[in-house]
């Protein structure tokens, strides 16, 4: 069956019954199975349905900002069009909330959120201030770059932190995505499929990057974002601890263009390891009862045996074939 329970003209595919389960004379058949919830692109089987429900996930979102930010010709083509300085909440609020739609929505819901993307992306340009050249912000090559820092960080972060994955588990997350690159214009061929892939894309792309100014800026204000004069003590206390470490979990060459040092991995590791097990220390209905609730919603919708837990995924070597698209 297809993740959306869905053949190709929408309507709903069965085993050799009716999509409906009726007979000939439209009463129902007896003994029809009703067919089952909508799984969305992923499914719980898959790695990404339990990775996703870690709360390291917004560290990992913020490192991707900043590995985002190296790419001159991706993080112009943000700058020229938003004014992320005065909106860095909403950018965040946006990107977790395309994030859990695609994670936990339904089919419908991801494929939506996609094709919004794609069109507002199809409007954006950006120029280059040195040679003048106009160009779409929908090049593969910058989508591309957005997706392997978004994929790279949330699997670098998670699994840095203590949640036990396995090396075929992490080559099935990077897999997975490749229905995350579709959903933004990418031909899915063109992503990464396994870490190794994911890793030489990142030792060619190396060369390209560069600290510039738009990158500085990206740097000054996720260090200390515009916020209302009375949370201002909790920026200086609580945020620019969790960019601090976001920073520190970088590639080495990340910091050596930003110019800034970071502890060696070994305390960087420790320190992840920590903001975890504080994170997780939270539980999950507390955690989860946080707008817009997506992952509330798919276990309403799926059932409560699939609730994600990151903790499960050290009791298999592989995920097992099961509903969503990614899994198969």
């Known amino acids: 069956m297809s993740a959306a329970g ?3 003209t929408g309507t709903a595919e069965t085993d050799g019954t009716s999509a409906a389960g009726v007979d000939g004379m439209g009463t ?9 919830p909508d799984p969305g692109l992923f499914g719980p089987d898959s790695v ?9 996930m917004w560290i990992a979102g ?25 909106d860095t909440w909403g950018r965040l609020r946006r990107t977790a909330g395309f994030v859990g739609t695609t994670s936990y929505g339904t089919t419908e819901a991801a494929e939506r959120a996609g094709a919004r993307v794609r069109r507002i992306h199809r409007r954006l340009t950006a120029t280059d201030p040195a040679t003048g050249e106009r160009y779409g912000v929908d090049e593969p090559a910058l989508l591309l770059w957005v997706h392997c820092a978004e994929i790279d960080s949330y699997l670098h972060v998670v699994r840095r932190s203590g949640v036990p994955l396995t090396d075929a588990q992490a080559d099935a997350y990077v897999a997975e995505h490749r229905e995350s690159a579709r959903l933004v214009g990418l031909d899915p061929t063109a992503a990464p499929a396994s870490t190794e892939e994911l890793a030489a894309y990142f030792a060619r792309v190396r060369p390209e990057l560069a600290c510039g100014p738009e990158a500085r800026d990206i740097d000054a204000f996720l260090s200390r974002p515009p916020v209302h004069r009375a949370l201002v003590p909790a920026r200086e206390a609580l945020w620019r601890r969790v960019a601090s470490l976001a920073y520190q979990a970088l590639p080495p060459y990340a910091h050596e263009l930003y110019g800034r040092p970071a502890p060696g991995p070994e305390t960087v590791t420790r320190r992840l390891l920590t903001a975890g097990n504080l994170l997780r220390c939270v539980p999950d209905r507390v955690r989860w009862q946080l707008p817009p609730k997506h992952i509330l919603r798919a276990t309403a919708r799926l059932g409560p045996g699939t609730r994600p837990d990151p903790y ?3 009791r298999t070597a592989a995920i097992l074939d099961g509903p969503g698209r990614a899994a198969r």
């Not at 129902?28 to 089952?36: I, N, S, Y």
């Not at 990404?48 to 390291?56: A, E, I, K, V």
């Open 28 to 36: 129902a058949a007896a003994g029809a199975v009703r067919p089952r």
């Open 62 to 86: 913020i490192r991707a900002l900043y590995l985002q930010a190296l790419h001159p010709r991706a993080v112009r083509g943000v700058l020229q069009n938003s004014d992320v300085r005065q």
């Open 48 to 56: 990404t349905w339990q990775l996703h429900s870690d709360p390291m």
């Open 312 to 314: 499960t995924l050290h």
């Open 6 to 8: 869905m053949d190709g």
